[in-house]
Structures are given as structure tokens and as C-alpha cells.
T-cell receptor
Framework: DQQVKQNSPSLSVQEGRISILNCDYT??????FLWYKKYPAEGPTFLIS?????DKNEDGRFTVFLNKSAKHLSLHIVPSQPGDSAVYFC?????????FGAGTTVTVRA | KAGVTQTPRYLIKTRGQQVTLSCSPI?????VSWYQQTPGQGLQFLFE???????NKGNFPGRFSGRQFSNSRSEMNVSTLELGDSALYLC?????????????FGQGTRLTVV
């Protein structure tokens, strides 16, 4: 039962432009949402999180938006840089358990 | 401050064997979680331990088990290995007092079952 879904397996964006990654979830009990970035042969690295009581959180080039009524969150990366090329995982938390989406591979073109 | 350490990094086992993976969390972190990553499946939650107690468990068969020691180090065991158990196994640690805190991941153990 996939409670967190990332429907776009890949995204290609030009350097300097905005990257928008999307994530949908089904469990209304999730209380925290997170984005992780993963390079090959490394473990995921935390990027940014948002509590379920907020609708926006910003950290430098990264902004996460949460729409609870639509059970949808998104990650905006502005401007995109070559080092942003990686797999991005959306995750949601309840009861000490993180549920992850399948990931979106982002490629930033020069 | 040292990160999360997983050993071994790579492992090749034969069907039917058992395997034990180890995870040393960041100093001071008391919560350890385990995840399985396979191509196209993302990360699947296995279980979470806090102060030597399992607080949550994912939908995996009983062949997958774990434990946590008093120093917060954790081990994961898989018995009667199947080909489908080939995956990257990731461990994550967090402070995890009350409420959720950010999890830090190790580099993982790549298990290949032949």
C-alpha cells in the first residue's frame, strides 16, 4: 500500500530555471513531510521538512509547499544548479515511521 | 561528529543463508530505523527502534528481524535469504525524543543474493 506517491519518475530542467517536484499522499494522519536527496552509492540526505500545521517552509533555494486539503506537497528549487542532479524522495512521517515515495530523478542541463 | 556507519558495505550471500547487518548511529541518537531500497520501489520501511524497543514495523515477513543494543547500535537479520532480498539496506538515526526529528542516513549495505 503506497501511501506516498511521486508520479513523475524523472524531470529535466535547464540550469538557472525552477525545478518543481510533486508528491501526493493518502494518509491524513501524517504529521511531518520531508524531502531527501540521494546521489548514487550514498545514503539519502535530508533537504527540508514541513510540519502538517504549516503550508510553506523555505530554506535558501528550497521551498516546500503543503496543501493538506489536496493531500499534496511540492518542492521548488530555484535556481536549479548542476549539483542538484540527483534522485529526490518525498517522505511522510507518523508514529516513528517514514513512508517514502519512489523518487524523482532530476537532471539539470547546462 | 561521525555520521551513521553501516557495515559491511557490500555482501554476497547464497539463497537459504542468513545475514546480519550492523548500524552505528550518530552519537546521542537513540532512534534507529531500517529501510530496504529496490529499483523502482523507493525506500520501504522495515522497522524502528528506540531505547532497545521496537516502536513500529513495516510489512515485511518474519524472516526480517532486528534489535537494538543499550549503546543504540542496531543489527538487522534476514534468515532464509531469497533472491528477492537483493537490495540496498539503509539505516537511519535520529534524536527522536517526543515527536518527529530529522533522520540521518548511512551509506547502506548492498546485499546480493545468488
Amino acid at each position: 500500500d503506497q501511501q506516498v506517491k511521486q508520479n513523475s519518475p524523472s524531470l529535466s530542467v535547464q540550469e538557472g530555471r525552477i525545478s518543481i517536484l510533486n508528491c501526493d499522499y493518502t494518509n491524513s494522519m501524517f504529521d511531518y513531510f520531508l524531502w531527501y536527496k540521494k546521489y548514487p552509492a550514498e545514503g539519502p540526505t535530508f533537504l527540508i521538512s514541513i510540519s502538517s500545521i504549516k503550508d510553506k517552509n523555505e530554506d535558501g533555494r528550497f521551498t516546500v509547499f503543503l496543501n493538506k486539503s489536496a493531500k499534496h506537497l511540492s518542492l521548488h528549487i530555484v535556481p536549479s544548479q548542476p549539483g542538484d542532479s540527483a534522485v529526490y524522495f518525498c517522505a511522510a512521517s507518523v508514529a516513528y515511521k517514514l513512508s517514502f515515495g519512489a523518487g524523482t530523478t532530476v537532471t539539470v542541463r547546462a | 561528529k561521525a555520521g551513521v556507519t553501516q557495515t559491511p558495505r557490500y555482501l554476497i550471500k547464497t539463497r537459504g543463508q542468513q545475514v546480519t547487518l550492523s548500524c552505528s548511529p550518530i552519537s546521542g541518537h537513540r532512534s534507529v530505523s531500517w529501510y530496504q531500497q529496490t529499483p523502482g520501489q523507493g525506500l520501504q520501511f522495515l522497522f524502528e527502534y528506540f531505547s532497545e524497543t521496537q516502536r513500529n514495523k513495516g510489512n515485511f515477513p518474519g524472516r526480517f528481524s532486528g534489535r537494538q543494543f543499550s549503546n543504540s547500535r542496531s543489527e538487522m537479520n534476514v534468515s532464509t535469504l531469497e533472491l528477492g532480498d537483493s537490495a540496498l539496506y539503509l539505516c537511519a538515526s535520529s534524536l527522536a525524543g517526543e515527536g518527529y526529528t530529522e533522520a540521518f542516513f548511512g551509506q547502506g549495505t548492498r546485499l546480493t543474493v545468488v
